[in-house]
């Protein structure tokens, strides 16, 4: 089907894809594959995504890179060798550029180009898109692949505007390298990207401070040059690779020892949980056993022995006392990390307990907690994303009698969805790895491609048969988030404030906004959907459509 131009202004597809991230291109791919008219829309200056914006110093993926990539081409797969475990950010964007080219993508990517609005024109059955350059998109179908993690949140701190140093954001990071070299530098924010970045800045800042409210769990990543054997080892075999990958529970070809933390004594669990530490990797020591992340007493033997680690790397007690966490390890992302906690050892590294005294203001020259000021040439804010609903509120969606789908899950708190993809009232619109899905508690990776495949699927079969609207059910909506809150419900994730949860975003409601099932359960229950004919929705054809 050919893209038509009306006016100048009025552009007729079959679909539009927001985002030129891992999810964006690989749907713009296949619908282009099977004759649909689609473009994407990027704010961005290329493909990329998460890896486009989150340059920061030491950003690397956390999932082995073998397991990282597109699976969907075995020339691909062979065309592509990643050079260590766990890629940095440059390699991971060249990538992603390399994908672009090959599948001669960007010729259907208009970049530089936000959208603003999406609304659904019920007489026509279309979505009217508006975007920030005034041109208008008529589309059947609407698809955000904006990703999870893509709104970025600086807090409103007093004075911001006043700090007369350089800022920035990691999530936001600028395309010129960012020199640290004879600065005083402070990071707010120890999560992830808090973790990632404090080692590489602290060995080229003059002065590091790293302001800390929470203290993290974190472990070695162990990251190595991958050898060319174990590479020609993974090539060879990885079809059954893929298998495993699918019908796993988080998209990565693990399994949790099917064992409690209580059936070994305490000096074999130390043994263990000392192997994986040893071994290093984001899930080593969390599939150690069975019952961590369900029962309290369980997680607090890992969580004690992540806290031995840390007073026996840290030197200074007193700093390492601080960096102790409290909270049900696992219940906020595991982070793996490359000489974390090694880095306090540093003369020129100082941690800021900002829970005992919190941030009070940004000064022209630095930052001031409730009992002392530090002065600073850059400010890092780390300070994480507003998750989930964060990056589809940004875009203002209307389904039927306009209702937007900020009303509709009314902050945050009320998230609906069937199965992540889709919304009751907002026919002809996909999620990408939305609220509700497996998404960032699973490889994103294989997320990615499974939703995809099955939204593209699904818009070949309502062409093969004829049909213009797609639309869920509210009682199958219903159905689903009680599902998923019910699978949440007994796991210790729901008892720790975090982003996982809308807790770290004032204002946003508290809710749980992902599906805990795993990702193998997730695909079987989204296949029985499709071969049901799409149980769950209800699918008009042309004649039948006009509404009211
Ligand atoms: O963000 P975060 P992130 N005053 O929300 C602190 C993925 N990711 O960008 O915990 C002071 O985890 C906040 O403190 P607290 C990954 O899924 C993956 O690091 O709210 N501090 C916390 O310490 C990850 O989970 C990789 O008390 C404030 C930090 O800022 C997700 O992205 C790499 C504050 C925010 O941590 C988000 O990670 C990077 C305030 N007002 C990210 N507000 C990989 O490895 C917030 N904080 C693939």
New binding site residues.
């Given amino acids: 089907m050919a893209l038509t131009q009306k006016s100048n202004s009025l552009i007729e597809l079959d679909a539009v894809i927001v985002g030129a991230g891992f999810s964006g291109l690989y749907l713009l791919h296949r619908m282009r594959e099977a004759g649909f008219s689609t473009r994407i829309f990027e704010t961005g200056d290329n493909v990329g995504g ?1 890896w486009y914006w ?1 340059r920061y110093p030491g ?5 082995e890179s073998i397991y990282y990539n597109y699976t969907f081409s075995d020339e691909l797969l062979k065309e592509w060798t990643w050079s260590s475990k ?1 890629a940095e950010q440059p390699e991971i964007l060249s990538y992603i550029n390399y994908v672009a080219d090959k599948f001669d993508l960007r010729r259907d990517i208009q970049f530089k180009t936000r959208v603003d609005s999406a609304h659904f024109d019920e007489e026509k059955n279309r979505w009217e898109v508006h975007l920030n350059n005034g041109q208008t998109v008529s589309a059947r179908y609407f698809i955000t692949a904006v990703g ?2 893509s709104a ?2 600086v ?1 409103k ?1 007093k004075g911001l505007e006043s700090f007369k140093g350089e800022w920035y954001h ?2 936001r990071w600028p395309h010129e390298k960012v020199e640290f070299k004879g600065k005083r530098v402070g990071v ?9 970045s404090i080692p590489v800045i602290a060995k080229e800042a003059e002065h590091l401070t790293v ?4 203290p ?1 769990y974190s472990t070695p990543a162990r990251n190595q040059p991958n050898d060319p054997e174990y590479i020609k080892q993974v090539r060879e075999n990885y079809s059954e690779i893929r298998t495993q990958m699918r019908s796993s529970l988080t998209g990565i070809p693990a399994v949790p020892r099917d064992r409690s933390a209580f059936d070994d004594t305490p000096e074999e669990r130390r043994r263990t949980y000392e192997a994986a530490w040893e071994k290093g990797g984001l899930l080593t020591i969390s599939y150690s056993y069975n019952d961590l992340s369900l029962t309290p007493e369980a997680n607090e033997t890992v969580a004690e022995f992540i806290r031995s680690k840390i007073r026996e790397v840290v030197k200074d007690q007193e700093v390492a006392e601080k960096l102790l966490p409290n909270f049900y390890y696992g219940t ?2 595991p ?2 990390d490359t000489d974390y906690f090694e880095t306090y050892n540093r003369e020129n590294v100082t941690l800021v307990d ?2 005992k005294a ?2 009070e203001e940004i000064t022209p020259s630095g930052v001031r907690t409730a009992d002392a000021e530090y002065e600073l040439d850059m400010i890092v ?5 507003d ?1 989930m609903t964060g990056p589809l509120f940004k875009i203002d969606i209307r389904g039927r009698d306009g209702v937007s789908l900020k009303e509709k899950w009314a902050g945050g708190a009320e998230t609906r969805t069937y199965l992540g993809i889709g919304t009751a009232g907002f026919p002809n619109m996909f999620m990408l790895t939305g609220p509700e899905s497996p998404s ?1 508690l699973s490889n994103m990776m294989v997320s990615i491609e499974q939703h995809v495949e099955w939204v593209s699927d699904c818009i070949n079969y309502m062409r093969d048969n004829n049909k213009e609207v797609i639309e869920v059910n509210v009682e199958a909506e219903n159905a689903w988030t009680k599902h998923c809150r019910e699978v949440a419900e007994p796991t210790l994730y729901v008892k720790t ?3 996982y949860m809308g ?2 975003i004032e204002g946003k409601a508290r809710g749980f906004q992902i599906y805990l099932g795993g990702v193998g359960p997730y695909r079987q229950i989204c296949d029985e959907v499709a071969e049901k004919g799409y149980d769950g929705f209800t699918l008009k054809a042309s004649e039948e459509s006009v509404v009211k």
């Avoid at 950003?59 to 999932?63: G, H, I, K, Q, S």
């Avoid at 707010?188 to 990632?196: C, D, H, K, V």
């Fill in positions: 998460t989150n950003a690397r993926c956390d999932v766990y999870c993690l970025s949140n807090p701190f990691t999530g707010i924010g120890t999560g992830s990207s808090g973790i990632q302001f800390q409210r929470t993290q906020k992302r982070i793996i900002v829970k919190q941030i804010f780390a300070t994480g994303f998750a960032v404030e975090s982003w807790a770290n």
